[in-house]
């Protein structure tokens, strides 16, 4: 059992940052694949980015690449998603999610994959 609960969403102006966390309370951590996905209003969930439990890292979509940061510390049971030169379509409720499973391919795409799940932390980028 896992209990997640993510912090550090808020306003912020577009080109700002912000870095969200995730704290996991179960003691087997670092066993875990760790993900953050997103949920704009209308839209469906949408994943963001990947950390494994060896450190390889997936994201998703691209438009993410090369502004989002996933990142893990095992020794504080905390993942990280460190995001900069944000969007406004960047706002939306991101939630982290756990899974214990191993997948391939698009897998890890889905929100089935994940056993674990965060109650999310908005994040609102204005113009």
């Known amino acids: 059992q896992v209990q997640l609960a993510e912090s550090g969403g808020g306003l912020v102006q577009a080109g700002g940052s912000l870095r969200l966390s995730c704290a996991a309370s179960?003691?087997?951590?670092?066993?875990?694949?760790m993900a953050w996905f997103r949920q704009a209003p209308g839209k469906v969930r949408e994943f963001v980015a990947l950390?494994?439990?060896?450190?390889?890292?997936?994201y998703y979509p691209d438009s993410v690449k090369g502004r989002f940061t996933i990142s893990r510390d095992n020794a504080k049971n905390t993942v990280y998603l460190q995001m900069n030169s944000l969007k406004p379509e960047d706002s939306a409720v991101y939630y982290c999610?756990?899974?214990?499973?191993?997948?391939?391919?698009?897998?890890?795409?889905?929100?089935?994959?994940?056993?674990?799940w965060g109650q999310g932390t908005q994040v609102t980028v204005s113009l």
């Open positions: 999610a756990a899974s214990a499973k191993t997948v391939y391919g698009t897998g890890w795409y889905k929100e089935a994959t994940y056993d674990y």
């Open positions: 179960g003691r087997t951590f670092s066993m875990y694949n």
């Open positions: 950390i494994r439990w060896n450190g390889v890292i997936l």
